[in-house]
Antibody, heavy 122, light 108 residues
């Protein structure tokens, strides 16, 4: 059974840093692109970042470029999102997501974690 | 950036009725790289379709996805009580990958 379990969410002050992680199991982690998608309270979905299997490619939404860093540890089947210079507008549930298997489906997310709530407030 | 506009914002229907949800893109989406998701309150999204019309595993056949270029449609042939939810389209053909703002299907 595929499982994605996020951790590391919490309350942080504006300008602060936080790292959320996603522990993956039930599939061959190093065979898949992985992504983070967020959802602000009461709002829609926003893709945040994606990383290739070997970390050779990373992509970010413009609003987080230079502040967030996606990484992965294939030996530990874990995905990370390091978030720096946090702003109030980064407040959201952060989901870890795995795509459908295939070379052309890396952005179609079939498995999602339960989400980690990140609240940026003073 | 490709902007996805979903319509209507809210669809009020009764169980058994047909639901037609639209997703229009600001520019043509590469190679049908369009997905649909269903989300219920307090839950993660659930993938319904990818590649515009490829049904994800376990999705009932009352759901269908169609379209190409800039116009895509999600159809629910006969609404079941569990289908009342928010539906999002998403394009993954051009970075940044983007989602529509969602269509809420509510019980009339």
């Amino acid at each position: 059974e595929v499982q994605l379990v996020e951790s590391g969410g919490g309350l942080v002050q504006p300008g602060g840093s936080l790292r959320v992680s996603c522990a993956a199991s039930g599939f061959t982690f190093n065979s898949y692109w992985m992504s983070w998608v967020r959802q602000a309270p009461g709002k829609g979905l926003e893709w945040v970042a994606s990383i290739k299997q070997d970390e050779s490619e990373k992509y970010y939404v413009d609003s987080v470029k230079g502040r967030f860093a996606i990484s992965r540890d294939n030996a530990k089947n874990t995905l990370h999102l390091q978030m720096n210079s946090l702003r109030a507008e980064d407040t959201a549930v952060y989901y870890c997501a795995r795509p459908v298997w295939g070379p052309e489906t890396r952005g179609a997310f079939v498995y999602w974690g339960q989400g980690a709530l990140v609240t940026v407030s003073s | 950036e490709i902007v996805l506009t979903q319509s209507p914002g809210t669809l009020s229907l009764s169980p058994g009725e047909r639901a037609t949800l639209s997703c229009r893109a600001s520019q043509s989406i590469i190679r049908y790289y369009l997905a649909w998701y269903q989300q219920k309150p307090g839950q993660a999204p659930r993938l319904l379709f990818y590649g515009a019309s490829s049904r994800a595993t376990g999705i009932p056949d009352r759901f269908s996805g169609s379209g190409s270029g800039t116009d895509f449609t999600l159809t629910i042939s006969r609404l079941e009580p569990e289908d009342f939810a928010v539906y999002y389209c998403q394009q993954y053909g051009s970075s940044p990958w983007t989602f529509g703002q969602g269509t809420k299907v509510e019980i009339k």
